[in-house]
């Protein structure tokens, strides 16, 4: 009998120990969790084989738009996906042991991803809605990408609404993505009036893209074509990265 009750305690203490765990899997993504429960959540940002969801999903979806990923986007780290991003960590410069951590997130433009494990940030919550945007500043950021890049390769139709947000984001410039756009000698595009022109679905991909975290230009405020601009002043902005036929510069 005492056998018995023994292991009827036992059993009760391994209970209380695993809702414990559930209830701290809960609370951990909490905007006021503990330094142990941030640490949690920073260790479950790291992507390998094995994990799942939509961090997931959306590495797998900018893997195969560059041509690296052949596979389903599902969400699931599969051999395949590790493959994939241990090519793109190598075509990088980077360790190229199919883990998808700092150096890759940042890499992979996915900022928010990266600031959670380098302590910047928490770890996003699920949510139908997606970034913080309405249909109008979705639309008029797919008209100025298509307006002033719609020659430029996709990364670079991505950095220019990175430009624009990172604009709204700065002190020195106006506070929304139409005021930033419609700025007195801002953009060429709305000068000449191509802004009106209609945008394409790939213009609407990258203004989604942009306002979803990837920055390309790494926070850059200018960009400009060497081949055309006829500004003094912006030929002496810091260069920080070239895509395509435009130099981002802040």
């Known amino acids: 009998m005492k056998k018995i009750l023994a292991i009827g305690a036992l059993s009760l203490a391994l ?5 414990g765990a559930a209830a701290y899997g809960i609370t ?9 429960a941030q640490t949690a959540v920073v260790e479950t940002a790291v992507l390998r084989q094995g994990s799942s969801g939509g961090e ?7 893997l195969k738009q560059w041509g690296y990923y052949k596979g389903s986007v599902d969400g699931v780290f599969g051999s395949g996906t590790k493959q994939a991003v241990i090519l793109f960590q190598k075509k990088n410069g980077l360790t190229a042991d199919g883990v998808v951590g700092k150096a890759t997130y940042a890499a992979l433009g996915m900022n928010d991803s990266y600031k959670v494990l380098d302590g910047q940030g928490e770890q996003k919550k699920p949510s139908s809605g997606g970034s913080n945007y309405t249909s109008s500043d979705l639309y008029l950021m797919a008209k100025a990408i298509y307006a002033e890049g719609r020659g430029e390769s996709y990364t670079g139709q991505v950095a220019i609404g990175a430009v624009i947000l990172n604009r709204v984001k700065s002190p020195s410039f106006p506070n929304s993505v139409s005021g930033v756009i419609y700025q007195k000698g801002a953009f060429t595009a709305v000068a000449d009036g191509q802004i009106n022109l209609e945008p394409n679905q790939t213009a609407y991909d990258a203004a989604r893209d942009a306002f979803n975290g990837w ?11 060497p081949a055309v601009a006829t500004s003094a002043w912006i030929f002496n902005r810091q260069t920080v990265t070239v895509i395509g036929k435009h130099v981002f510069a802040i």
């Open 15 to 19: 209970s209380a120990t695993v809702a």
């Open 28 to 36: 951990r993504v909490q905007p006021y969790a503990t330094d142990t």
């Open 56 to 62: 997931v999903k959306e590495v797998q979806r900018r």
């Open 215 to 225: 920055d390309p230009t790494y926070g850059c405020l200018y960009y400009y074509n």
